[in-house]
């Protein structure tokens, strides 16, 4: 079965540091998103990518975040300046269509920032 | 604001049908009717979609109302590791999760 992978699965950091986290999303996938989900809340909404450019973000996507497909494959979220509220896990997905069908989650990497 | 609403959690012991309500008054026409599960800290996992018709998978059933105004999440037998949150979305577009419903299956 297809499935979305998340790299590392647990990655300490100090704050103020860059992070890079990484997904392979599915092959033929068109729509790739990230989300967080600090310890006991709800999974939160951060971005969506179509077509090698930002479709959507969201409030807690600031200019601190940002996103690429660097090779085709790889989707990464980039944290420029890591905070201690940063400190959540970071789920990537993707989908073959917007808003009318399956989307698929990875298992997530687990940031925390020291 | 909250386009569903959920039962903060619900018990099943297992064997036996989990019938998960959502309640989703103000859907629109074109908008889907989504079910994800979050097991303890794992990434959301896809149960079942629709849109107006009930719909079957090998996980689940998914029972939507004629006016579309709630939905029944039914997983027929739960087991132990049906143990979960479950999500309730309705979308047309990216998914917004809210709190959901915790289930705890029971032996």
């Known amino acids: 079965e297809p499935e979305v992978t998340q790299t590392p699965s647990h990655q300490v950091t100090q704050m103020g540091q860059e992070v890079i986290l990484r997904c392979v999303p599915i092959s033929n996938h068109l729509y790739f998103y990230w989300y967080r989900q600090i310890l006991g809340q709800k999974v939160e909404f951060l971005v969506s990518f179509y077509n090698n450019e930002i479709s959507e973000k969201s409030e807690i996507f600031d200019d601190q975040f940002s996103v690429e497909r660097p090779d085709g494959s790889n989707f990464t979220l980039k944290i420029r300046s890591t905070k201690l509220e940063d400190s959540a896990m970071y789920f990537c997905?993707?989908?073959?269509?917007?808003?009318?069908?399956?989307?698929?989650f990875g298992q997530g990497t687990r940031l925390t920032v020291v | 604001d909250a386009k569903t609403t959920q039962p903060t959690s619900m018990d099943c012991a297992e064997g036996r049908a989990a019938n998960l309500p959502c309640n989703h008054s103000?859907?629109?026409?074109?908008?889907?009717v989504y079910w994800y599960r979050q097991i303890h800290s794992q990434g959301p996992q896809y149960i079942i979609h629709?849109?107006?018709n009930n719909e079957t998978n090998e996980m689940a059933s998914l029972i939507i109302t004629e006016d579309r105004k709630s939905s029944t999440l039914i997983l027929p037998h739960a087991t132990l590791r049906d143990t979960a949150v479950y999500y309730c979305i309705v979308t047309t577009d990216k998914l917004i999760f809210g709190t959901g419903t915790r289930l705890q299956v029971f032996p």
């Open positions: 997905a993707s989908s073959v269509v917007r808003g009318r069908g399956e989307a698929f």
């Open positions: 103000t859907i629109s026409g074109n908008e889907y």
């Open positions: 629709g849109l107006k």
